[in-house]
């Protein structure tokens, strides 16, 4: 069976700094990746994900994922953060198992102070 | 579009009621899902469906009932309300099992 496993629940960083947001995943088969991201009081909604191809993907607010197979990790960075992108952040697996079910990772906290 | 929809966005239920939790998308969406979130435990899938009249259990049914007679509802039953059922109601959809979930924003239940 699949699994997520975000490492950190809290992960509190100055504005401007860089930040990474770690998560592996465990499965025997190939799986597909997401990140998404969930603003006080709202529905989460999608980052970035990947599927296949180029296995650095990027969202269009300037953070990035790397999938590394080898690791089983999908670690989520951002060179400089701003008090905006905080919010809690969720690594989420779906395996081609033939089942239908994405499994979340139980979300990072991610604090900017000013 | 509305994307996904949820009624209501607050209730209180006393234990032992019922309620349905009300959840409709307008993308054509054959996927929807219904999670529970509760704090640092990240979102848990109490039910799915891959169409409609096609439903299945996920990791946390017990307690909890679905339906899909349309392609754009589904409604999630609440019998008999207990303080374990305390927590956000996340419903979402997606056009197939990898893709992109669209998430509904949200309804906090508190059982007292």
């Known amino acids: 069976a699949q699994s997520v496993t975000q490492l950190d629940s809290q992960v509190p960083v100055f504005e401007e700094a860089p930040v990474e947001l770690r998560c592996n995943y465990s499965?025997?088969?190939?799986?597909?990746l997401f990140w998404y991201v969930q603003y006080p009081n709202q529905g989460l909604q999608l980052l970035l994900k990947?599927?296949?191809?180029?296995?650095l993907v990027e969202s269009i607010n300037g953070f990035e994922a790397e999938f590394n197979k080898s690791q089983t990790s999908f670690h989520l960075r951002k060179p400089s953060v701003h008090i905006s992108d905080t919010a809690e952040y969720f690594c989420?697996?779906?395996?081609?198992?033939?089942?239908?079910?994405?499994?979340f990772g139980a979300g990072t906290r991610l604090f900017v102070k000013a | 579009n509305a994307g996904v929809t949820q009624t209501p966005k607050f209730r209180i239920l006393k234990i032992g009621q019922s309620m349905t939790l009300q959840c409709a998308q307008d993308m054509n969406h054959n996927y929807m899902y219904w999670y529970r979130q509760d704090p640092g435990m990240g979102l848990k899938l109490i039910y799915y469906s891959v169409g409609a009249g096609i439903t299945d259990k996920g990791e946390v049914p017990n307690g909890y009932n679905v339906s899909r007679s349309t392609t754009e509802d589904f409604p999630l039953r609440l019998e008999l309300a207990a303080p374990s059922q305390t927590s956000v109601y996340f419903c979402?959809?997606?056009?197939?099992?990898?893709?992109?979930?669209?998430f509904g924003p949200g309804t906090r239940l508190l059982v007292l």
């Open positions: 990947y599927l296949s191809g180029s296995t």
């Open positions: 979402a959809s997606s056009l197939g099992g990898p893709e992109t979930q669209y």
């Open positions: 989420a697996v779906y395996a081609d198992t033939g089942g239908f079910k994405t499994i």
């Open positions: 499965s025997s088969v190939s799986v597909y």
